[in-house]
Nanobody
Framework: VQLQASGGGLVQPGDSLRLSCAAS????????VAWFRQAPGMERNFVAG????????YYKDSVKGRFTISRNNARNAVYLQMNALRPEDTAVYYC???????????????????WGLGTLVTVSS
């Protein structure tokens, strides 16, 4: 499975962006899919994700109520709607997928076998 993330850009605080993660060479069905982000000089951290059933959704505490992860199985795509963006949301955002992640490891980057290239989100006035 190849993943392609897109949708990043430069926005002002309070603005919104929608990131997309498209899968090719396979399907997201039966895969846990997540968004991670890596700010400059920082480790890559979990932002939001679906478990393998697609029914369990998890968020990093600091994005709850502002970010929404969704999926379109027909298009093999997962989205991250980001509202009320803050400067601290500035990072390179990555999508990741794996057919074998258990829920207790959902936030661990080591649990994911497939990664897309990142897309840069910059929030600045």
């Amino acid at each position: 499975v190849q993943l392609q993330a897109s949708g990043g850009g430069l926005v002002q605080p309070g603005d919104s962006l929608r990131l997309s993660c498209a899968a090719s060479g396979g399907t997201f069905r039966g895969y846990a899919v997540a968004w991670f982000r890596q700010a400059p000089g920082m480790e890559r951290n979990f932002v939001a994700g679906f478990d393998r059933t697609g029914g369990g959704i998890y968020y990093k505490d600091s994005v709850k109520g502002r970010f929404t992860i969704s999926r379109n199985n027909a298009r093999n795509a997962v989205y991250l709607q980001m509202n009320a963006l803050r400067p601290e949301d500035t990072a390179v955002y990555y999508c990741a997928a794996s057919p074998s992640v258990i829920n207790s490891n959902l936030a661990s980057q080591d649990a994911y076998a497939y990664w897309g290239l990142g897309t840069l989100v910059t929030v600045s006035s």
